[in-house]
């Protein structure tokens, strides 16, 4: 191992700087081409390494996240959704809630965009760096149970439910839960309180989550006592954007003509 260019390799490959392996000749003549200093050099090296890093990073994120699709907050269409609370979501997008530990809820109807917002949220988080985790309340309830079958719910909840620093529960209220189901899932809302933030959406009013909770009042108390104690709560009303367009055709009529 004589040459320089195959020394270099070496130690980049040692410490895993494979940008710099790469890129370092190329970036070296520009480098006396543009008759720049030694330390522009090694900062130019080094920002082509982080800027690696970093993608690779939020592309681990991204695939843990389990995102069934990439929705954004610019392509929420607020003049639409006239009732979405803009200012409070836009708010919550800079992320401050995270670092606080803080819940979301966002609450309305069917298709009016709660999923939409949630993965807005999500994605905002991945690109931040931080790990999320997205999962319907149904696929939620299907690997609780099956972990607790399994005897291995410790180490779900200490995989699926804790270690993301964001965890998204999409759909609460479509499917009811049996008791034992009900107690798994207060276990996921107990065990994030106040340990990491949780955006929740809902179709169901708070009022109404106790028939989703096998009507255990006390249980349902409980959990939304836990889950609200520090939370931000988005309300929306309005009409389902997925019947947007059909409405404009004419296929549909709107709910004011019914
Ligand atoms: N205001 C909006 N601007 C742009 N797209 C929207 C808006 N609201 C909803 N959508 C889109 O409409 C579709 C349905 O929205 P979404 O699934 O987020 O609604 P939802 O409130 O979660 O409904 P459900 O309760 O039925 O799951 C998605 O493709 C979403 O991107």
Known sequence: MNLQHERIADACRQLGLHVISEAWPSLAQANIEQDKGYGDFIEHLLAEELKSKHHRTRTALLKFAGFPCIKTLEE???KFASSAPKALLTELAGLSFVHRKENVVLLGPSGVGKTHLALALGYRA????IKVRFITAADLMIQLAAANQQGKLKSYL???I???KLL??????????GRDEANLFFNVIAKRYENGSIVLTSN???SQWAGTFADDATLTAAMLDRLLHHCHVAQISGESYRLKNKKKAGVLPSI???
């Open 162 to 164: 804790t270690a993301p």
């Open 76 to 78: 929420y269409d607020f």
């Open 256 to 258: 004011g003509d019914i």
């Open 158 to 160: 200490q995989r699926g």
């Open 204 to 206: 169901l009013p708070f």
């Open 168 to 177: 998204i529960i999409d759909e609460i209220g479509y499917l009811p839960f």
């Open 126 to 129: 991945v690109m931040a760096g």
